[in-house]
């Protein structure tokens, strides 16, 4: 069974930067695409970014294309998002998940638990001035 581990999260002022990492244990997460989702509160989980398990473009939601940046070292088992430039709208929690999926866009634009997909516990990540 794959467990995830998220870290990184915290308080930062608006235009602050934080970076989300996601340590997998129990298998090898390059097996899988990585999907990074959060939940803002007052909104439904939404996608944020969504990592190819294979050689092939990431997958960024609109609000964060050009902010945040999703990156895998195998070595580590481990995957990263880079939070540029954060925004008093990005506050929430954020998780990350492993998922048999090679379809990015439809991972991020659908956002929900699905059978066969490993979730972490979330971290959390605040913006405030």
């Known amino acids: 069974q794959v467990q995830l581990v998220e870290s990184g999260g915290g308080l930062v002022q608006p235009g602050g930067s934080l970076t989300l990492s996601c340590e997998a244990s129990g298998g090898l997460l390059d097996w899988y695409a990585v999907a990074w989702f959060r939940r803002i509160p007052g909104k439904e989980r939404e996608g944020v970014a969504c990592i190819s398990k294979v050689d092939d473009p990431t997958y960024y939601a609109d609000p964060v294309k050009g902010r945040f940046a999703g990156s895998r070292d195998s070595a580590k088992n481990t995957v990263y998002l880079q939070m540029n430039n954060l925004m008093p709208e990005d506050p929430g929690v954020y998780y990350c998940?492993?998922?048999?999926?090679?379809?990015?866009?439809?991972?991020?634009?659908?956002?929900?638990?699905?059978?066969?997909?490993?979730w972490g516990q979330g971290t959390q990540v605040n913006v405030t001035s």
């Open positions: 998940v492993a998922v048999n999926t090679r379809d990015m866009e439809r991972l991020c634009t659908h956002p929900g638990r699905r059978s066969g997909d490993y």
